[in-house]
């Protein structure tokens, strides 16, 4: 038989079968321990994480933090009026009542709450006296028409159209800027965080769903970076269920494979240890669950699965000749630990890279990934020989194994046909044509997020439908770059700055894809022409010192506090790669031929900054990271196997799926982005794992003198049907985040899905055809 | 008789401002010293003419223009030309339809803009400039500027009597006059009685008459030997008046200002009657008025605040009030060729029904 069964026993596998009270016993003990602290691991999303820290638009933008306070928290509530417009009875008391509700959520800032109901939404007008105000619904309003026509007409005079009112009149806004957190209303001297969680299901609850209800005639749009959180915590409780699902699914497909529930049960049990084992890790290192390293448990599940399954059929291979279920698992140890141990450390060296990229969730899924993938040595590659060697495999499933053993499989030999002499250059060709139509194609693929609205979310989920709501009534976009202007202290309303930073504007509304652009020369310039009779052609910056100053009195966050620091506020049409590339060079460009001593032009904050330096970010790692997880998985195969040829065998297949991967990616739409760019990681890292079994069981018999087909055939006979059980098993894990209410997850798990099912096909088609051209059997025989 | 003050045209000065700049920042040397940058080659385009413009006093040209603030528009036969904020000025062969931008010598705000005959016009605007063109508003040189005076303050309106004869005024009591096609401007502020230095708004031609001037807080003068000498007239109204019409009657002129006052007098502003502007519902209209302009079929038409267009069809009589749907204020109309208005102030031009209803709305 086959050499490796005659090896003898190693310092390893004596310690641990020796000593199986003693790991049954350990293992124990860690999953309390470690189960206790998974339990207390927290769905958790911080802003800080998803961003690139170390980018200067985002350095600068900390450091000039305080300084765009405006620039803060709010959620808005747009209130559409279904038929006719706002201007009736019904939908203002409808209004009120949201503007009263809105008033009680906990978390919100009631001073800056901001509806036509607040005593702050004033009209002003110029009068023969100078200016003449007051409350755009004034005391006396009582609902009658001929209030209403006196609330349309301190509306237009308001300047509120495009803001708290519609373009369209047909909604209008109640604005709620956030506390990130407030007094505790039963003990006043304790201050609660703000849940974004229970925030939005408060908002769903005591607005949308209750108004709606109330008043049929009113639709009702809710916006901002709580809802969007809100949502995407929802989004990432819901992912967990797919738990479940997965399962549910790899548990009967385990047991269809094993014909043995035992088995099934113990490698189930092993893995869901083993998942247990990394939340438990992940929270005593102090990280919580956000949506990417959601996808963790569900990558070691997978993988944990697969690793099992090549356990389970070692040794039901192994029980066909061992005499009892102690030895089959001891042989299948020795068999298959060097192998798995390779497969999983690669997959470790593979997820390692991605700490190169400067991304707090990307690096942390790279721990959490590795670290799962080292808690799976334990569990399966140890724990789950030691159960198996108690327990044993049922009779029938060992019947079928040696049954399998002797029996001619006419699917195996006809996919063996993949090493034959004529079939090989015939999928070579093949190789060849997809990796350049692959690269071809590939080169469509964009950088960043494609779609408009919040990326995280799906383009028709609610919230970008609302989101697509506001932005087509009223005048903002959701995607804004800010360009910081820095004078010195009280340098900011100088007529110089003030006409600098009006040239920037006006240079970037002439840009593709900007919509407007506001700072404090906007405010000036209205106010400049309020305090000229309203007369339009004053509606200019002024060089009288006096006027500028008076005019910026109103400005209230479009500077800070020592007039040195005065952002600009550019709004985009959307936030393609394209898009926020071109207004970014536009302000650089400005920045570079405009910056002197006393004003200079800094990029960059808002949430488009935010995304283009994470863009360019992700740009420049891309080739980096592909190098380093390329380059890791290579050593290991040359480590394991010390050949070149063989190394190529393995590797060039990944290759082929990473480059179709890019394709498809382009074909679908998808952008390279935070959520995507792990993906090749994790793709090539699991990938070589079917590879190192495959070539590792040719290699054997090869040496024993097969030709290659015939290798091939007994290679695919004994672990082909391994293989393919993992591919599928593997795909399954994250098949079923496609249908993640998250935008990027479905994206993950589409691309991760496509990923493991074609490194599979490419492993079990390309390497025999690669090996007939790099590989001598001959030498390999000599060898041995 | 005192020496008036001659300032000297800077028109000479205007075309070494043009060059020097260019040489100094030649597109070309920036092109090839930002095509260093590999990013850059994407996007070729955009820096390349953001460096054109660089370094030059020129108004930007934008697509965005057509829809920027604009404050007045004139109609010359068959051209438009409007004129508005950062030096914009477009002129239009098709009754509006599509825009040129014109070659404009400053970036800052023009307010008012007055044609002679098809090719010679003026336009005046903020850092008291006065531009002129010869060729229909295709091309601008500018003719004065003062930075000087009361920190820029804008000039806000122009009036040529022929080729040679005009007057600007402006902020602070400014005017000037030119008899030379504005070779030299000639600053006649004391020939009028406004010794608190109100703004002036407007000034207009009374048919057979002479010259009229209306202003901040309601002022108003007067010239029957068009513009030699000035009498300070009694106001029917304290608040300021932003423009005056005259009409096809001899003597006869309206002027309009704040909160939807217009006031009609029929003897050169000896008297005044007020004109009561109703709106749609019957309120009374209380948008401010600030620019109009008689129709070829003898009909008037005045524009303001809240989109608000008037008309008259009996030389000023009376007025039908609208006040279009976008609301958007308006500074400036003028008549087409075909009949239709062409609106400007708020959000650009908008072509406009006789009305001023949109044309779409038809």
């Known amino acids: 038989m086959s050499k490796h069964q005659q090896q003898p026993a190693s310092f390893l596998e004596r310690l641990i079968f020796n000593n199986r009270p003693a790991v049954i016993l350990l293992c124990l003990l860690i999953s309390v321990f470690l189960f206790f602290q998974a339990s207390q691991v927290r769905p958790q999303t911080s802003f800080e994480k998803m961003i690139p820290l170390g980018h200067p638009y985002i350095q600068k933008m900390l450091e000039h933090r305080n300084d765009l306070a405006n620039l803060g928290n709010t959620v808005r509530i747009s209130v559409e009026a279904v038929d006719g417009d706002i201007f009736s009875k019904e939908y203002m008391e409808t209004l009120r009542l949201i503007n009263d509700e809105a008033f009680y959520i906990p978390g919100v800032d009631r001073s800056g709450l901001k509806s036509l109901w607040s005593p702050s939404v004033r009209w002003t007008e110029v009068t023969e006296e100078g200016f003449a105000g007051g409350e755009v ?281 993949c090493a034959h002499p004529m079939v090989a250059p015939i999928s070579v060709v093949v190789a060849v044509i997809a990796l350049a139509g692959g690269v071809w194609y590939g080169q469509n693929l964009k950088i960043g997020d494609l779609d408009q609205g919040a990326p995280e979310l799906h383009p028709d989920s609610r919230y970008n439908l609302d989101n697509d709501f506001v932005i087509r009534n009223y005048s903002t976009s959701s995607d804004v770059l ?69 005019s910026i009195a109103r400005a209230d966050g479009l500077y800070n506090g020592d007039c040195s620091v005065a952002p600009v506020l550019v709004f985009l049409t959307d936030h393609k790669a394209e898009t926020l590339t071109r207004a970014v060079q536009v302000a650089e460009d400005f920045a570079k031929e405009n910056n002197k001593e006393g004003l200079e032009f800094i990029l960059a904050a808002g949430n488009a900054g935010i995304e283009a330096a994470t863009n360019e970010v992700i740009a420049a790692s891309e080739t980096t990271m592909l190098i380093a997880v390329y380059a890791a998985v290579s050593i290991m195969c040359l480590l394991t196997f010390r050949s070149l040829a063989a190394t190529l065998c393995v590797i060039l297949p990944l290759v082929l799926t990473s480059v179709l991967g890019n394709a498809l990616m382009a074909y679908m739409g998808i952008g390279v982005k935070v959520a995507t760019l792990p993906v090749i990681a994790l793709g090539v890292g699991i990938g070589v794992d079917y590879g190192i079994y495959i070539y590792s069981r040719l290699e054997t018999y090869l040496r024993q003198g097969l030709s290659l087909q015939d290798a091939y055939y007994e290679t695919l006979k004994s672990t082909g049907k391994a293989v393919l059980f993992t591919g599928v098993c593997l795909a399954i894990g994250v098949a079923t985040w496609i249908f993640s209410t998250i935008k990027f997850q479905a994206d993950m798990g589409l691309m991760l899905t496509f990923m493991f099912l074609w490194n599979m096909i490419g492993a079990i088609w390309l390497l025999p055809a690669l090996a007939r051209f790099l590989i001598n059997p001959e030498k390999l025989r000599n060898k041995a | 008789m005192s020496e008036p003050v001659v300032r000297r045209t800077q028109a000479g000065h205007v075309v070494g401002l043009s060059h020097t700049p260019a ?89 008012a803009v007055f044609f002679i005959d098809d090719s010679h016009g003026w336009a005046v605007g903020h850092d008291a400039q006065i531009l002129a063109s010869t060729d229909g508003g295709a091309t601008w040189v500018k003719q004065f500027e003062d930075l000087e005076r009361e920190e820029g303050a804008p000039f806000l309106d122009v009036w040529f009597k022929d080729r040679n004869n005009g007057f600007v005024v402006g902020a602070y009591g400014a005017l000037l006059e030119t008899t030379d096609g504005g070779a030299n401007w000639v600053d006649i502020g004391d020939r009028m009685g406004n010794e608190d230095l109100y703004h002036l708004n407007a000034i207009v031609e009374v048919k057979d008459s002479g010259l009229f001037v209306v202003g901040e807080q309601g002022v108003m003068f007067r010239s029957p030997d068009w513009g030699q000498t000035w009498e300070t007239l009694e106001g029917p109204y304290e608040g300021s008046l932003f423009g005056a019409l005259g009409t096809d009657e001899a003597g006869a002129i309206l002027v309009y200002g704040l909160r939807g006052h217009l006031f009609r007098s029929a003897d050169f502003g000896t008297t005044w009657q007020a004109i009561s502007l109703n709106t749609a519902n019957n309120g009374p209209l209380e948008f401010g008025l600030a620019d109009g302009n008689r129709l070829a079929d003898g009909s008037i038409v005045v524009v303001g605040h809240g989109g608000t267009v008037l008309k008259s069809t009996d030389n000023g009589r009376n007025f039908s009030v609208t006040n279009r749907a976008d609301r958007l204020s308006l500074a400036g109309v003028a008549a087409m060729e075909n009949g239709n208005l062409i609106l400007v102030g708020q959000g650009g031009v908008h072509t406009a029904a006789p009305t001023g209803a949109d044309l779409g709305q038809q």
Request: net charge neutral; proline share 3%.
């Open chain 1, 482 to 550: 800010v360009i910081m202007v820095k004078t010195a202290p009280e340098g900011c309303s100088t007529y110089q700055t003030l006409s600098a930073m009006d040239e920037l504007m006006w240079k970037m509304e002439n840009t593709d894809g900007v919509q407007s652009a506001i700072s404090m020369v906007t405010v000036s310039r209205q106010v400049i022409k309020g305090m000229n009779e309203g007369n339009l052609k004053w509606e200019t910056l002024s060089r009288n010192q006096d006027m500028l100053n008076n």
């Open chain 2, 23 to 111: 040489l100094r920042h030649s597109p070309i040397a920036k092109a090839l010293s930002l095509c260093g940058v590999l990013s850059m080659l994407m996007l070729a385009s955009a820096p390349l003419q953001a460096a054109s413009d660089e370094g030059s006093k020129f108004s930007i040209t934008s697509a965005k223009a057509p829809h920027s603030l604009l404050l007045d528009v004139a109609s010359l036969g068959k051209r438009l030309v409007t004129v508005g904020d950062r030096g914009h000025i477009l002129y239009s062969d098709d009754n509006g339809a599509s825009w040129v931008q014109a070659k404009v010598p400053t970036k800052q705000m023009l307010t």
């Open chain 1, 137 to 417: 619904i004034p005391q006396t309003y009582d609902g009658s028409s001929e209030s209403l026509e006196e609330l349309r007409s301190n509306i237009l005079k308001s300047g509120q159209i495009g803001r708290l009112v519609g373009n369209n009149f047909k909604s209008s806004i109640v604005d709620l800027p956030l506390l990130e957190s407030y007094a505790d209303p039963e003990d006043q001297s304790k201050q609660i965080p703000l849940d974004y969680q229970k925030f939005s299901h408060e908002l769903e609850e005591k607005v949308r769903d209750k108004y709606q209800a109330q008043n049929p005639n009113v639709k009702i749009h809710i916006i901002g970076f709580a809802k969007k959180v809100g949502d995407l915590i929802d989004g990432l409780i819901g992912v967990a269920l797919f738990f479940a699902v997965a399962i549910a699914i790899t548990f009967v497909l385990l047991l269809w494979f094993t014909h043995c529930f035992k088995s099934t049960l113990a490698v189930v049990v092993a893995t869901l240890i083993a998942v247990v084992w990394q939340l438990g890790l992940l929270h005593t290192l102090g990280f919580g669950l956000d949506p990417y390293s959601m996808l963790v448990p569900f990558l070691v599940f997978a993988i944990g699965i697969s690793h099992g399954v090549q356990k389970i059929n070692g040794i039901a291979m192994a029980s066909g000749e061992a005499t009892d279920s102690l030895s089959a698992a001891r042989m299948a140890f020795r068999q298959l630990f060097i192998p798995g141990l390779v497969a999983l450390l690669s997959d470790a060296v593979g997820f390692i890279t991605l700490l190169l990229i400067d991304i707090g969730v990307i690096r942390e899924l790279a721990i959490g990934a590795s670290m799962g993938v080292a808690v799976i040595i334990l569990t399966n590659l140890i724990l789950l020989p030691v159960m198996i060697s108690y327990i044993g495999i049922s009779k029938k499933a060992v019947q079928i194994s040696r049954e399998d053993a002797v029996k001619e499989h006419p699917f195996w030999r006809f996919i063996s046909n």
